[in-house]
């Protein structure tokens, strides 16, 4: 079970940035995906989730807006795409895998290595 985030980088705030997380294709199969961060001495936070059909998504407040969660399913590939960021969204970002829909990250069983998002004020 494989998940390989990328896309993060360094942004001005107000700026944009398109995060991907590629998969194998068991977890594209049959797995729903969130995406999660984690800035330095804080706690990890839920962002969005997407359902396998890609019919269900979810956002955490402090993103909803400004942030959509997309999936292709063709390409094994989910995506962050992140709008008007601001300087409090610099942080490490994952993307997860999970058989159930979820929105805590203590219920998903599978991670990727995340990618740093800082944002300059």
């Known amino acids: 079970v494989q998940l390989q985030a990328s896309g993060g980088g360094l942004v001005q705030a107000g700026g944009s940035l398109r995060l991907s997380c590629a998969a194998s294709e068991l977890i594209f199969s049959n797995h729903h995906l969130g995406w999660f961060r984690q800035a330095p001495g804080k706690e990890r936070e839920f962002v969005a989730a997407i359902s396998w059909s890609g019919g269900t998504i979810s956002y955490g407040d402090s993103v909803k807006g400004r942030f959509t969660i997309s999936r292709d399913n063709a390409q094994n590939t989910v995506y962050l795409q992140m709008t008007s960021l601001k300087p409090e969204d610099t942080a490490v970002y994952y993307c997860?895998?999970?058989?159930?829909?979820?929105?805590?990250?203590?219920?998903?069983?599978?991670w990727g290595q995340g990618t740093q998002v800082t944002v300059s004020s």
């Open positions: 997860a895998a999970n058989r159930i829909y979820q929105i805590r990250a203590a219920s998903y069983a599978y």
